[in-house]
């Protein structure tokens, strides 16, 4: 058969009852079949509006119930969904959003001034839906929970295919960011499906087997995405949620409040939760330590991380708390899903940085031959079965990140590791100097070019050092023109009205010769030790 998440979806709202909630944010309770209706229209909006098959959506808004309900809407209407990223600034919201091709956007009422400055310069989007604050509609806008709650319900007359799409932009590697392509089925094969044994199911190999599973569950899960929903984490967490028949939570508030999330997994009986790293998960802590046994967290099963790992102390910290945790580290990346795990219990877990391997995984020298387990050669981690298709308009890179290996297609995003004799993976780290800061991707070219047009730097190179709360934190190593001292909050200031706060370096440092080679090459290994023994890190 075909899988397809708008068919799973209506399938879920005909076996569930009628009461069962799908979707909470804040104080509202969307229930499945409320869902499925208010999609319904959605996704006949959309079409009204002359988007046609695998016309593309962008979503520029932060958590909420909506970003669901217009993701099952481009779902049941054979349209992709683009994720954008809400802390972009004006041209790297355009670029998305043309690199994409998108012809409708779904924004928050927050993000109107940038969406002004945005609409003449994008004349293909034919839909502009605002989220929130209807009496004061953008013009040009038309109101989101209008179009949810006006017109026809029922179900369009289409006929779907597990080849439908997912895109999720990824900063990825090589500067701008791209736009993954998951055919649907792939996505479920490798992802979305391992929900169902949250629920104590057997994974399905039919639709109808799937859905005999959710409608004899006693309660479906209740996930939590405490990180962005725009990200792979908290969006393939949600759409697992989902599809297993469970309901997803969210919160109105703009940025992380860890007292907040406490309060919402005690109101909601959260069972599983989505972070990244000890960004998250360190404030979590630190509010159950300032107040032991003032929230009642006893409903949570399980807490997932992706993107960045996060620390055994923090772990430890959490089960001190709640011994029935377990607490996931996934392996994984927009390009591929299910690398492997690392849980940890009350009961003990896996070493950081190693991960148990699944039937999918294979790793290869950068000459394509296998690593023998114990052999200690590191290699790419690749992963085949339920992958993406590759990259939009990117056929090169694709091709590299793809390759056919020994007549199969790997995915292989660019990790490194070691395989040890019993088949674990040890990582070493990403191949390339992309820096990780708190899950999210900066390119350090990206940042050098934006210092690179400051008056006093005449060279730079960014690098990112080992940080307790971000992982990596982003740090520029300048060189600056003769004769000008270095005013570190100023030069901080100038990459924020060019780029998002978060690709501003933590730390800028100054040195009197960048190194480079003769060829211009730059030598990140050197400056990042030297930046790592400027800040007392070694």
């Not at 319904?40 to 970003?67: E, M, P």
């Not at 006693?218 to 697992?240: D, K, N, Y």
């Given at each position: 058969m075909s899988w397809n998440y708008g068919d799973i979806f209506e399938g879920i709202a005909d076996v569930l009852p009628e009461d069962a909630p799908a979707l909470i944010h804040h104080d509202r309770?969307?229930?499945?079949?409320?869902?499925?209706?208010?999609?319904?229209?959605?996704?006949?909006?959309?079409?009204?509006?002359?988007?046609?098959?695998?016309?593309?959506?962008?979503?520029?808004?932060?958590?909420?119930?909506?970003?669901?309900?217009?993701?099952?809407?481009?779902?049941?209407?054979?349209?992709?969904?683009?994720?954008?990223?809400?802390?972009?600034?004006?041209?790297?919201?355009?670029?998305?959003?043309?690199?994409?091709?998108?012809?409708?956007?779904?924004?928050?009422?927050?993000?109107?001034d940038q969406v002004a400055h945005l609409m003449p310069r994008l004349p293909d989007v034919v839909l502009w839906m605002q989220l929130g604050d209807e009496d004061n509609l953008l013009p040009g806008a038309v109101s989101y929970e209008r179009l949810a709650t006006e017109g026809d319900s029922s179900r369009l007359a289409v006929e779907r295919s597990g080849s439908d799409m997912l895109f999720l932009y990824t900063g990825?590697?090589?500067?701008?960011?791209?736009?993954?392509?998951w055919e649907q089925e792939n996505h479920w094969m490798?992802?979305?499906?391992?929900?169902?044994?949250?629920?104590?199911?057997?994974?399905?190999?039919?639709?109808?087997?799937?859905?005999?599973?959710?409608?004899?569950?006693?309660?479906?899960?209740?996930?939590?995405?405490?990180?962005?929903?725009?990200?792979?984490?908290?969006?393939?967490?949600?759409?697992?949620?989902?599809?297993?028949?469970?309901?997803?939570?969210?919160?109105?508030?703009?940025?992380?409040?860890?007292?907040?999330?406490?309060?919402?997994?005690?109101?909601?009986?959260?069972?599983?939760?989505?972070?990244?790293?000890?960004?998250?998960?360190?404030?979590?802590?630190?509010?159950?330590?300032?107040?032991?046994?003032?929230?009642?967290?006893?409903?949570?099963?399980?807490?997932?991380?992706s993107g960045v790992m996060w620390s055994p102390e923090t772990k430890q910290g959490l089960l001190r708390h709640h011994q029935g945790l377990a607490l996931i580290d996934s392996f994984g990346a927009s390009e591929a899903i299910g690398f492997g795990t690392s849980t940890t219990t009350a009961d003990g877990g896996q070493a950081v940085a190693r991960f148990v391997l699944n039937e999918r995984t294979r790793v290869f020298t950068?000459?394509?031959?296998?690593?023998?387990?114990?052999?200690?050669?590191?290699?790419?981690?690749?992963?085949?079965?339920?992958?993406?298709?590759?990259?939009?308009?990117?056929?090169?890179?694709?091709?590299?990140?793809?390759?056919?290996?020994?007549?199969?297609?790997?995915?292989?995003?660019?990790?490194?590791?070691?395989?040890?004799?019993d088949g674990t993976l040890t990582l070493l780290g990403r191949g390339s100097v992309c820096i990780n800061t708190a899950g999210e991707k900066v390119y350090p070219e990206e940042v050098e070019e934006v210092l690179k047009l400051h008056e006093t730097v005449d060279d730079v190179l960014v690098v990112g050092v080992p940080d307790d709360k971000w992982g990596q934190a982003v740090t520029a190593v300048v060189q600056l023109v003769s004769g000008c001292d270095l005013d570190e909050p100023?030069?901080?200031?100038?990459?924020?009205?060019?780029?998002?706060?978060?690709?501003?370096?933590?730390?800028?440092?100054?040195?009197?010769?960048?190194?480079?080679?003769?060829?211009?090459?730059?030598?990140?290994?050197?400056?990042?030790?030297?930046?790592?023994?400027?800040?007392?890190?070694?």
């Open positions: 309770v969307i229930s499945w079949k409320a869902f499925d209706e208010r999609t319904n229209r959605l996704a006949r909006t959309l079409l009204n509006h002359g988007l046609c098959l695998q016309d593309k959506v962008g979503f520029y808004i932060r958590n909420h119930s909506a970003y669901m309900e217009t993701l099952a809407a481009c779902f049941k209407a054979r349209l992709v969904h683009v994720n954008v990223n809400y802390r972009y600034v004006e041209d790297e919201l355009w670029y998305i959003l043309d690199n994409s091709d998108s012809r409708a956007v779904i924004f928050d009422a927050d993000f109107r990825g590697t090589t500067g701008m960011p791209k736009g993954v392509m490798a992802g979305a499906r391992g929900a169902t044994p949250a629920t104590n199911m057997i994974a399905p190999e039919t639709l109808e087997a799937h859905l005999a599973n959710v409608a004899r569950a006693e309660a479906g899960r209740v996930s939590f995405p405490v990180c962005p929903q725009m990200h792979g984490t908290g969006l393939f967490t949600s759409i697992g949620a989902l599809a297993g028949g469970g309901c997803v939570v969210t919160t109105d508030s703009p940025r992380f409040d860890p007292e907040e999330t406490w309060e919402i997994v005690e109101r909601n009986r959260v069972t599983s939760m989505a972070i990244v790293g000890d960004a998250f998960g360190k404030p979590l802590l630190k509010v159950l330590d300032d107040a032991p046994g003032r929230f009642d967290i006893s409903s949570v099963v399980s807490i997932i991380s950068e000459d394509h031959q296998e690593v023998v387990p114990g052999s200690g050669v590191p290699g790419f981690v690749a992963k085949t079965g339920g992958i993406p298709s590759g990259y939009y308009k990117d056929p090169e890179k694709s091709a590299r990140t793809f390759p056919v290996i020994n007549g199969v297609r790997y995915s292989i995003p660019g990790d490194w590791c070691t395989v040890e004799e100023a030069l901080q200031a100038h990459v924020r009205q060019s780029l998002a706060g978060y690709k501003s370096p933590k730390r800028i440092l100054q040195i009197d010769n960048l190194g480079r080679a003769s060829n211009g090459k730059a030598d990140y290994k050197g400056i990042t030790a030297f930046a790592c023994k400027a800040l007392g890190l070694e």
